[in-house]
């Protein structure tokens, strides 16, 4: 796509095989997109290519007009010139004089000019042979001969109807001429059109666009749209002024930065849920069957009396049913703003899939809190043990050496934590802060990498997942894990109150995917009634808690990043 837009930006200044090169890389990468997948992405990108197929076509188209009408202006010249010498063309010299009808009043001053190009008779038998005047009159008319405008040459600016690569028959880009063609074509792809199942969006079949000359064609760039427009409606002289005077130029880009990225998503073990959910039986914890071991001692043996060895019946386990859930993201555009407003549709587009993604990350943490043992606390009310770095690493020390123990897990077995990305940030803050730390080691406390906090989270035997949306107050914990927008003439936004985060053995939480249904662009006799579309895209998913019963558990701790370390701070103190 790079070599597209670099060519594409000089559209006007390339060269023949430049045009034939660009036209080739359109194509391939239209049939690359047409053979993907059908996404919401993947349809917006298609048409912006089919857009560009549609700008190289009509250069073409101008290109082919302009040059034909120079040829047309070359023989009108020679003609003019030949006139002014006195002489015909070489070829037209042995034929007999026009008859006198030549100068009848009834003939137009086109017709006597194109007499003039036809004459077979020497000039010198001409000017013998008819009126005084009469050859300075065919020289006049012929000068005076108006020039035809774009809009009286059908060849230029007449509507053009180009196919796409879903119509049969026509290359991609050609012209369809006969509308009998297109019918045929129309027909066709409705018969291939299943007549049961979801709705199908829009199937282009062919494009319409003025196929006008270069010198009328409006493209982004506001200062050659200026010139274009000058050329033909503003004939008066610059003058010179001081300032810098409107219009400027005009950048129709319309950036974003927000990620869609899914790591809480992505990081969980994740199964295909083609029937909608999962059935399963959830596995019984070591606890559960202490009591079915006992000690017989000899003693015991010899003198059993009323001593049974122990027994522990085994029920059924618990049947679990859990369903996918479905995301829905829903946009409605105008067709003229789609039309004259890519860079918006685009820019709108891509920030609805990243707020998808913030919707269905926090939907999946909000099912995982509620799978889990909640409400476990670290650090009470106001009161601070040291800085958040030391503080969060005991507490997960503690927390996975408990964990451990209770349920006998080996170390071999990775154990996975879920904690919010600002966790970074604040483990720097933290350590940035703290005194008498080496700076020029290895581990330069205000030089903390995000490689190296991970690391941190590895050594205490956890394998960390960060979450980029921070989750409500309205979870289980109680406390939002999220910032609020900067305002003007206030403090740099702090941390929250306390940190949520989770813990469980790897593996014991499974992603569900249910797949996706993208019905790309969709339209009805409702929104063509508005001039209007929606593109529509829908996922459905969820998670399975496949572990032991107070297998994942929900802390909140609470964390001060002030860089205290045993030495320097009161261990009662309060965090400011």
């Not at 040059?67 to 070829?91: H, N, S, Y």
Request: charged share 25%.
């Amino acid at each position: 796509m790079d070599k597209i837009r670099e060519l594409l930006s000089r559209l006007s200044e390339l060269s023949a095989d430049e045009l034939t090169e660009l036209r080739s890389l359109i194509v391939a990468e239209a049939d690359r997109l047409d053979n993907e997948e059908t996404t919401v992405e993947n349809v917006a990108a298609l048409n912006k290519v089919l857009e560009m197929g549609d700008q190289v076509m009509a250069e073409a188209s101008a290109r082919e007009a302009a040059q034909a009408e120079a040829e047309a202006t070359k023989a009108e010249a020679r003609t003019k010139i030949a006139a002014l010498k006195g002489e015909q063309p070489e070829e037209e010299t042995e034929e007999t004089p026009e008859a006198p009808e030549a100068e009848s009043t009834e003939e137009t001053p086109e017709a006597e000019a194109e007499s003039t190009e036809e004459a077979e008779t020497p000039a010198e038998a001409v000017t013998a042979s008819t009126k005084p005047g009469s050859s300075v009159r065919r020289m006049a008319a012929a000068a005076a001969k108006p020039k035809p405008s774009p809009e009286s040459q059908p060849e230029r600016s007449r509507t053009v109807l180009t196919a796409s690569g879903a119509l049969r028959g026509v290359d991609h880009g050609k012209p369809i001429e006969d509308r009998d063609q297109l019918a045929t074509a129309m027909a066709e792809t409705l018969g291939r059109m299943p007549r049961q199942g979801a709705p199908r969006g829009d199937v282009l079949l062919a494009s319409a666009r003025y196929a006008y000359p270069e010198e009328r064609v409006l493209g982004s760039d506001a200062w050659e749209n200026s010139r274009k427009m000058g050329a033909v409606t503003d004939p008066q002289a610059l003058v010179a002024s001081g300032g810098i005077c409107l219009p400027v130029n005009v950048d129709y880009t319309v950036p974003t930065w927000a990620t869609a990225d899914r790591p809480l998503r992505d990081a969980l073990p994740s199964f295909e849920a083609t029937r909608g959910g999962l059935r399963y039986v959830q596995p019984p914890d070591i606890g559960a069957l202490a009591g079915a071991t006992g000690i017989w001692s000899e003693a015991t043996d010899a003198s059993p009396g009323a001593s049974t060895k122990p027994v522990i019946s085994i029920a059924c386990g618990t049947e679990e049913l859990v369903y996918v859930e479905a995301v829905s993201t829903r946009l409605g555009f105008g067709n003229m703003q789609s039309r004259f407003a890519p860079e918006q549709i685009a820019a709108n587009t891509d920030l609805a899939v990243a707020a998808a993604a913030r919707i269905a990350e926090n939907n999946l943490l909000n099912l995982i809190a509620a799978a889990c043992v909640s409400g476990v606390t670290q650090g009470t009310g106001g009161g601070v043990g040291l800085g958040a770095t030391r503080d969060l690493l005991t507490g997960i020390y503690q927390a996975v050496a408990a964990y451990r123990n209770a349920h006998r897990i080996p170390r071999s077995q990775t154990i996975t934590a879920i904690f919010p990305d600002w966790l970074n940030e604040l483990v720097k803050i933290d350590m940035a802060r703290e005194i008498g730390h080496q700076q020029d080691s290895s581990w330069n406390s205000l030089m903390i990498s995000d490689a190296q906090v991970r690391e941190l989270l590895n050594n205490a035997g956890l394998n960390p997942i960060f979450h980029l949306d921070g989750q409500p107050s309205s979870v289980s914990g109680g406390v939002a894990q999220t910032f609020a927008v900067q305002s003007g003439s206030t403090s740099i936004e702090s941390f929250p109150s306390k940190m949520v985060w989770y813990l469980f053995l790897e593996g014991q939480i499974q992603f569900l995917d249910g797949g996706r249904l993208d019905l790309g662009v969709v339209r009805d006799s409702t929104l063509d009634a508005t001039n209007d579309y929606e593109t529509f895209v829908e996922t459905f998913e969820g998670v399975a808690f496949r572990g032991f019963a107070s297998g994942a558990i929900q802390y909140v701790s609470t964390l001060c990043a002030n860089g205290t370390s045993a030495g320097t701070v009161d261990m009662h103190a309060t965090c400011a």
